[in-house]
Nanobody, 121 residues
């Protein structure tokens, strides 16, 4: 069984920084893209940023220049460094990964349980 477990998050003032981490565990053959989504109250979940196994990154316009994603392929982890946080960044942040579990021949999409980020003005 494959799991994504997030850590980090919390309450920070506008302009501050936070770091989120996510670790994939279980029977994993390989991990393709890993990334983060977020969902604010009353809104749909939205894509934030992701990184391929080769290290190529993409970010939503709303976070470009402020959020940075990185991963450790040896440890199956992905991290999100969030700087210059704004109140509109307040949301529940979800780790996402496309993983090929052992015994599978295709990728399966997995989600973390979510971690709350609150930015006060």
């Amino acid at each position: 069984q494959v799991q994504l477990v997030e850590s980090g998050g919390g309450l920070v003032q506008a302009g501050g920084s936070l770091r989120l981490s996510c670790a994939a565990s279980g029977s994993i053959l390989s991990i393709n893209t890993m990334g983060w989504y977020r969902q604010a109250p009353g809104k749909q979940r939205e894509w934030v940023i992701d990184i391929t196994s080769g290290g190529s990154t993409r970010a939503a316009d709303a976070v470009k220049g402020r959020f940075t994603i990185s991963r450790d392929n040896a440890k199956n982890t992905v991290s999100l460094q969030m700087n210059s946080l704004k109140p509109e960044d307040t949301a529940n942040y979800y780790c996402n990964a496309n993983i090929v579990p052992l015994g599978f021949r295709r990728t399966v999409e997995y989600w973390g349980q979510g971690t709350q980020v609150t930015v006060s003005s």
